[in-house]
């Protein structure tokens, strides 16, 4: 039987002169990994539908769990020109892929996740700042996984936090002062970007993308999850790695 799906681009290897093996993180589906045959060179008409990034409608038969799918036709929907077009925004959106990937297990479903992937590049693809973009998919990444940080109360004792305090990763949240030094890895963090993450946390992606904060905040909140994110990742992630560089040169 034939299936179809709404998908998003994870990774593309050419197999040989005329086949593809596409990993593509479907809505319906979760992640899935096919063949794709009998693509001719040259195939300017075909070659965007299996960038990285690109949402593609995908019709592809199920093998059993030990070989790949045969995937019969993959067709771009969105190919997110105008991030292609920015480097910035071309690491962010392979960042974003790369911690999916990371995540994900083949033939799992999680349609929120995928809905925060799109809504993302969709908003990446704006004229909205790269980073800024990058702490909302951060948080809503963290929420659809159900590992969303605790921005309320102390994560440890459970009293309220009303002022500037600590972001305990391990944890998994603010501590109050209480219980802050008890061998919890702890970072600094205002009142300030307490509220902006919260407000992520609660309200739209497209809400949240105009919501306006200090330079610290973002710079805060970065690290917050950057830490945060790697502690629970726990492995290198190649776009970051990148997008550091990038940074370090003045390019972005
Ligand atoms: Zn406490």
Partial sequence: MVLKAEGIILRKYELRETSYILVVFTKEFGKIKGVMKGISKPYPQFAGNFEPFA????????????????????????????IRKSIERLTYANYFIELIDIVTADYDANEALYQVLVESLDMLAGTHSAKRVGRIFELKFLGALG???????????????????????????????????????????????????RKIQSSSIEKTVHVKVSREVGVQTEKVLRNFLHYHINRPVKSLKFLAGLEKSGIV
């Fill in 55 to 82: 949402k593609s409608q995908v019709l592809f038969y199920r093998k059993n769990k030990s070989s790949l799918d045969l995937i019969t036709r993959c067709e771009a929907l969105d190919f997110f020109l105008p």
């Fill in 147 to 197: 590992l969303s940080p605790q921005l309320d109360v102390c994560a440890r004792c459970g009293s309220e936090v009303k002022e500037a305090s600590l972001f305990s990763v391990n944890q998994g949240g603010l501590l109050c002062r209480g219980c802050a030094g008890n061998g919890n890895r702890e970072i600094e963090i205002s009142l300030g970007s307490v509220k902006f993450m």
